[in-house]
């Protein structure tokens, strides 16, 4: 716990006060390894020597967000907010009942976390966070395989382009046919590309 958090968190105005302590149990609770910091004048949670979450109070709302939210899968819809008038990438939060329900909020906390354990990084522009064509032979392969396709599906861009990079860049057929080979046995037990790398 940062003092300077708990005096931002005084400093706010009342609604926000319990805006900003929900979302700090929250992250607490479910990341116990954070670690608390103030930067840009806002409080910022980091894990792994990295930014996770943050939050900030403005006079009539507060806004949050996962640092890598451009490339963290939504199957609520909660990142997809169509305001464009609150920093971060829940939209404008005036009430605790704005947030959402906790079990949602550690899942994405959760797929945060697994991101940033991985290196994975935010993309620059909405072009670099685009996933390429997905080469014949692993389209193929994912036909035959059920389980391999819906695992590939539910990864976020990220996981998927690291994939099919892969793939795409081998030169020679047979080193082709191995990677495919290889993708489809990790994705049938649910691993990234990178996996080896994840603690």
Aim: charged share 30%.
């Amino acid at each position: 716990m940062d003092e300077r958090i708990d005096i931002y968190i005084s400093n706010a105005a009342p609604f926000a006060q319990d805006i900003l302590a929900r979302l700090r149990t929250l992250v607490h609770k479910y990341c116990p390894e954070v670690k608390e910091n103030i930067k840009w004048g806002c409080p910022h949670f980091e894990y792994g020597g990295k930014i996770l979450f943050s939050m900030a109070a403005f006079q009539q709302h507060c806004a949050c967000g996962f640092r890598l939210a451009g490339v963290m899968s939504d199957p609520d819809g909660i990142l997809q907010s169509e305001d464009k008038t609150a920093m971060g990438n829940l939209g404008r939060i005036t009430s605790v009942k704005d947030l959402p329900p906790e079990r949602i909020f550690a899942k994405y906390l959760k797929e945060a976390m697994q991101l940033t354990e991985m290196g994975v990084l935010q993309p620059r522009s909405a072009k670099e966070a685009q996933v390429p064509d997905i080469p014949a032979e692993l389209a193929a392969a994912l036909k035959k395989n059920r389980k391999a396709m819906t695992v590939f599906e539910k990864f976020p861009s990220s996981h998927r382009k690291e994939y099919i990079e892969w793939i795409a860049e081998a030169k020679r057929p047979e080193t082709r046919q191995k990677r495919v080979a290889t993708t489809i046995e990790w994705l049938e037990e649910g691993k990234p590309r990178n996996w080896k790398y994840a603690r």
